[in-house]
């Protein structure tokens, strides 16, 4: 596993434009533990979640932004600004996030983009600078790149295009690529992340204290 912490040394090639690195926001869940609350739907400064997450891609130089949604559908097309956005409907959101990994992937066949840049909606503490850090890790299609906490991997993560099939042949259940990403540990580099996020994840009661 590489390790890369300088932000100095995670310049991005010339080719790595807005189009090549796509975004991918999962944001299909129902909030089980929040009383069946949609987390895209939770209240941040004012707007939906998810619009959160869609703007910190875009910060961070993502052009073309899809966004994977299950849970009350209609009212996150309603209720949430997501101009610009291509809407992955996941009718099979419910078996978990494997499912929404696997639409968002799918999603993203023909459209020239060379890798794309996983995040979760549930975690607003991430933001632009440190997604912006693992974007410009981007190299070519083979790239393996992941945000990291104190040395513990975490989101955002991006996967080269040569990984995509790997990746929704084991996403499975709630656990997305964490299996993919632990059989192919010694290819992931590391960006140090924890200087400037919090990786937090609202999950629960206790944790829409988050939110602003």
């Not at 995670?10 to 069946?36: H, I, K, P």
């Not at 073309?64 to 992955?88: F, P, Q, S, T």
């Not at 991997?153 to 499975?172: I, K």
Request: charged content about 25%.
């Amino acid at each position: 596993m590489k390790h890369m912490d300088d932000p100095d040394d995670l310049e991005s090639t010339d080719s790595a434009s807005g189009d090549e690195v796509a975004g991918l926001v999962l944001a299909a869940g129902g909030g089980r533990r929040l009383g069946g609350r949609p987390k895209a739907l939770l209240t941040h400064r004012g707007r939906p979640l998810v619009e959160h997450a869609v703007a910190v891609l875009r910060a961070a130089g993502c052009a073309r932004v899809h966004v994977v949604i299950g849970a009350r559908a209609a009212d996150v097309r309603r209720l949430a600004r997501l101009e610009g956005c291509v809407l992955v409907d996941n009718p099979r959101w419910e078996e978990g996030m494997g499912s929404s990994l696997r639409a968002g992937l799918d999603s993203l066949a023909g459209t020239g983009a060379r890798a794309v840049l996983v995040s979760l909606v549930d975690q607003p503490g991430i933001g632009a600078e440190a997604t912006a850090r693992v974007r410009a890790a981007f190299r070519d299609e083979t790239s393996l790149v992941s945000a990291a906490y104190e040395g513990v991997r975490g989101h955002p993560v991006l996967f080269g295009a040569a990984h995509w099939a790997g990746v929704a042949a084991s996403a499975t259940g709630d656990r997305g690529a964490r299996a993919y990403l632990r059989a192919h540990q010694e290819a992931v580099t590391l960006i140090e992340c924890g200087d400037v996020a919090r990786a937090y994840d609202i999950d629960t009661e206790a944790d829409l204290g988050h939110l602003e």
